[in-house]
Nanobody, 120 residues
Framework: QVHLVESGGGLVQPGGSLRLSCATS????????MNWYRQAPGKERELVAT????????NYTDSVKGRFTISRDNAKNTVYLQMNSLKPEDTAVYLC?????????????WGEGTLVTVSS
């Protein structure tokens, strides 16, 4: 059975830092591209960061570039999101997503999310 469990969210002041983790099981983690999404109240889900299956390539949405860092540990089947210089507009539920798509197949798994609140 597939599981993705996010942790590390919480309340932080503007300018602070948090490190999110997404522990996974039930699939071959090293074959999957991993994404962090976020969804703020009343807004659409937004792709925040992506890391390739080997960890060699990463991409970020413009609003978090230079502040957030995505990484993965394939030995621990875990992906991380280091968030620095947090702003109130980063407040959202952060969700972990695993994707493996080929020409004739597609697998897409989601966690339930962890809430990040940036407020003074």
């Amino acid at each position: 059975q597939v599981h993705l469990v996010e942790s590390g969210g919480g309340l932080v002041q503007p300018g602070g830092s948090l490190r999110l983790s997404c522990a996974t099981s039930g699939f071959t983690f090293g074959n999957y591209v991993m994404n962090w999404y976020r969804q703020a109240p009343g807004k659409e889900r937004e792709l925040v960061a992506t890391i390739s299956s080997t960890g060699g390539n990463t991409n970020y949405t413009d609003s978090v570039k230079g502040r957030f860092t995505i990484s993965r540990d394939n030995a621990k089947n875990t992906v991380y999101l280091q968030m620095n210089s947090l702003k109130p507009e980063d407040t959202a539920v952060y969700l972990c997503n695993a994707v493996n798509r080929g020409r004739y197949y597609g697998f897409d798994y989601w966690g339930e999310g962890t809430l990040v609140t940036v407020s003074s």
